[in-house]
């Protein structure tokens, strides 16, 4: 079975600064796909980033950036330049083998101090 | 705005109750997947349609169940609600929902009191 852990319950970082979300799965799959999803305080749940795992490229959206290390099945997100909208719960996704379920991380909350 | 709707966005009802959630979809997206969120157990998905079919199914209790309809909307149906169902209740819709590449696209949420 697949599962995705977030160490980090909480985080903060001061506006216009860098900060780094980590999170690891573990699966035996070796096609799947990995995601970075948003959830402010009005609870919308909004796509950040995503990974395909056969790339061997980082993604990168703007100030969001991912590194994916597939052999430790790491993939963190990096904000940079951060701002105060950046505040929200991030989740860490994972999607894989034979349907397209998500299976989501416990979730970092993120506070950016101005 | 993701371009999927969920209805109603809040409902508070008592325990032993029985109410339905409902979602459409994009347009264009055969997909819709329904996810649970609560404090004791993060987000947890419970089931996925495609084009009217039941395509997966995750921890979905056997009090709840759902269906889409030939429009492409879909309802959760949950019955003799108890306390630990309170919850926001997320649908989501991606394209075709048989590749893992997909991106799901989330709902606003129906956020669900029972007391």
């Known amino acids: 079975a697949q599962t995705v852990t977030q160490s980090q319950p909480e985080m903060s970082v001061q506006e216009a600064e860098t900060v780094t979300l980590s999170c690891t799965y573990d699966?035996?799959?070796?096609?799947?796909?990995l995601f970075w999803y948003k959830q402010p305080p009005s609870r919308q749940m909004i796509l950040v980033i995503r990974?395909?795992?056969?790339?061997?490229q980082n993604a990168t959206e703007n100030r969001f950036s991912v590194n994916f290390q597939k052999a430790a099945k790491s993939f963190s997100l990096k904000i940079s330049d951060s701002q105060l909208g950046d505040t929200a719960m991030y989740f860490c996704a994972f999607s894989g083998g034979a349907t397209n379920k998500l299976i989501f991380g416990t979730g970092t909350l993120l506070a950016v101090q101005p | 705005d993701s371009g999927v709707t969920q209805t109603p966005k809040h409902l508070i009802t008592a325990t032993g109750q029985r109410v339905t959630l409902r979602c459409s979809p994009r347009?264009?997206?055969?997909?819709v997947y329904w996810y649970q969120q609560s404090l004791d157990q993060g987000l947890q998905f419970l089931i996925q349609?495609?084009?009217?079919?039941?395509?997966a199914k995750g921890n979905i209790l056997e009090r709840f169940s759902a269906q889409q309809f030939p429009d492409l909307h879909s309802e959760l149906n949950l019955s003799s609600l108890e306390l630990g169902d309170s919850a926001l209740y997320f649908c989501?819709?991606?394209?075709?929902?048989?590749?893992?590449?997909?991106?799901?696209?989330f709902g606003p949420g129906t956020r669900l009191l029972v007391l």
């Open positions: 699966t035996s799959e070796s096609n799947y796909y």
């Open positions: 989501a819709s991606s394209v075709s929902g048989g590749s893992a590449q997909e991106t799901q696209y």
């Open positions: 347009s264009g997206d055969l997909s």
């Open positions: 349609y495609y084009n009217g079919e039941e395509r």
């Open positions: 990974q395909e795992a056969y790339k061997q």
